[in-house]
């Protein structure tokens, strides 16, 4: 069987799962009557919603603490929400805390490619309270979104915050949504022999692919310091290293392989930073609310946050690296037929 190969220079696999923009303390907050929070939603796919499930923080004990939570369309005169729910459920709010809301909604099909709005709204009189909406911290990872909106006193506007996408819709299967986010979690710097990094397994039925490129997101960087990414093998044999500086400003670590690397389908990797000389820059790492929607995003490729002490490897399944890898080949064995193939012109939302 011949084997295929495709060169590709712009495929990106984020190690999160989600982007790696940071944002600050930003969210849309429902405080008077009649009032609610709008996320424009386009699908990418023809798909059910049965659940709709949302990020929130109780600021002031919400009464009445019931709310409206559905898809809306869009009005094709103002933009906004065009006050009709075209599938809906009731959401009982706590009296404090953050956490995620799982709204269960009448199963209905939104259609690829046309514009909903996905609208969370309070009691028309009477109310009072306060509830963010797609809440943000400092330090999240978060995918961007756009046209939300603000509702108040029965009238929508564009929202002056920036929403954190801690929104998503379920079809009993998978997750959909205008943005995926994980908390942050705690920075590390290792010494010596200790090592932090990530797994890579890509699901043994896609091709195999050549590794050339790492990104990863630092905090702090060591002036001084020398550093080395290292990709490894399962039992831990070295098998490329990129050796690295402390001597910029960036808070990307970017390193280039000597040579691709082939990433055989199947196979488990470590992809490891440590010290060569000094002190390695503190690693952002990022905390998978949960499994399923890690599982879901990632479509079986498991990148999973990982240490060593210089004698054993130490995985955190609920944790991964901020950061992404760059591959700039794809290989697989043609089963017959002639061999034809195509380069697309843009692999990744980065090139426009």
């Given at each position: 069987m011949?084997?295929i190969?495709?060169?590709?220079?712009?495929?990106?696999?984020?190690?999160?799962?989600f982007t790696?923009?940071?944002?600050?303390g930003a969210?849309g907050?429902?405080?008077?009557?009649n009032?609610g929070v709008?996320?424009?939603?386009?699908?990418?796919?023809?798909?059910?919603v049965?659940?709709?499930?949302?990020?929130?923080?109780?600021?002031?004990?919400?009464?009445?603490?019931?709310?409206d939570v559905?898809?809306?369309?869009?009005?094709?005169?103002?933009?906004?929400?065009?006050?009709?729910?075209?599938?809906?459920?009731t959401?009982?709010a706590p009296?404090?805390?953050?956490s995620?809301a799982?709204?269960?909604?009448t199963?209905?099909?939104?259609?690829k490619?046309t514009?909903?709005?996905?609208?969370?709204?309070?009691?028309?009189?009477?109310?009072?309270?306060?509830?963010?909406?797609?809440n943000?911290v400092?330090?999240t990872t978060?995918?961007k979104?756009?046209?939300?909106?603000?509702?108040?006193s029965g009238v929508?506007?564009?929202?002056?915050?920036?929403?954190?996408?801690?929104?998503?819709l379920?079809?009993?299967?998978?997750?959909?949504?205008?943005g995926?986010?994980?908390?942050?979690?705690s920075?590390?710097?290792?010494?010596?022999?200790?090592?932090?990094?990530?797994?890579?397994?890509?699901p043994?039925?896609?091709?195999d692919?050549?590794?050339y490129?790492?990104?990863?997101?630092?905090?702090?960087?060591?002036?001084?310091?020398?550093?080395?990414?290292?990709?490894?093998?399962?039992?831990?044999t070295?098998?490329?290293?990129?050796?690295?500086?402390g001597?910029?400003?960036q808070?990307?670590?970017?390193?280039?392989?000597?040579?691709?690397?082939?990433?055989?389908?199947?196979s488990?990797?470590y992809?490891m930073?440590?010290?060569?000389?000094?002190?390695?820059?503190l690693?952002?790492t990022?905390?998978?609310?949960?499994?399923?929607?890690?599982?879901?995003?990632r479509?079986?490729?498991?990148?999973?946050k990982?240490t060593?002490?210089?004698?054993?490897?130490t995985?955190?399944?609920?944790?991964t690296?901020?950061?992404y890898l760059?591959?700039?080949?794809?290989a697989?064995t043609?089963?017959?037929g002639?061999?034809?193939?195509?380069?697309?012109?843009?692999?990744?939302?980065?090139?426009?």
């Amino acid at each position: 069987m011949a084997t295929i190969n495709v060169p590709t220079s712009k495929l990106l696999l984020p190690l999160d799962g989600f982007t790696t923009a940071n944002f600050g303390g930003a969210s849309g907050s429902i405080t008077g009557s009649n009032g609610g929070v709008a996320v424009y939603y386009v699908p990418q796919v023809t798909h059910n919603v049965t659940t709709i499930v949302f990020q929130y923080t109780i600021n002031t004990a919400p009464s009445p603490n019931t709310f409206d939570v559905g898809i809306q369309g869009v009005n094709t005169t103002t933009g906004f929400p065009d006050g009709t729910f075209i599938t809906s459920g009731t959401w009982t709010a706590p009296a404090s805390g953050s956490s995620f809301a799982t709204i269960t909604v009448t199963t209905t099909s939104l259609t690829k490619g046309t514009a909903y709005y996905i609208v969370i709204r309070n009691a028309v009189s009477g109310y009072t309270g306060s509830v963010s909406i797609f809440n943000n911290v400092n330090n999240t990872t978060t995918g961007k979104t756009r046209g939300a909106h603000q509702r108040a006193s029965g009238v929508w506007a564009a929202a002056s915050v920036r929403p954190g996408g801690g929104i998503w819709l379920y079809d009993g299967t998978k997750y959909y949504g205008t943005g995926l986010q994980s908390t942050s979690g705690s920075e590390t710097a290792v010494t010596g022999v200790n090592e932090i990094g990530t797994t890579l397994t890509l699901p043994a039925n896609t091709p195999d692919m050549s590794l050339y490129g790492v990104c990863l997101y630092a905090v702090t960087i060591n002036a001084g310091s020398l550093y080395d990414i290292i990709l490894k093998n399962s039992a831990g044999t070295t098998l490329a290293t990129i050796t690295l500086d402390g001597d910029h400003n960036q808070n990307y670590i970017y390193g280039i392989f000597p040579s691709s690397q082939t990433i055989t389908a199947g196979s488990k990797y470590y992809i490891m930073m440590k010290a060569n000389t000094g002190t390695t820059p503190l690693i952002r790492t990022a905390v998978n609310f949960s499994g399923a929607l890690m599982t879901d995003v990632r479509n079986g490729v498991v990148m999973n946050k990982v240490t060593y002490n210089g004698t054993t490897y130490t995985e955190t399944t609920a944790s991964t690296l901020q950061g992404y890898l760059l591959f700039n080949n794809i290989a697989y064995t043609q089963t017959g037929g002639a061999s034809v193939y195509s380069i697309p012109a843009s692999f990744n939302q980065l090139d426009g």
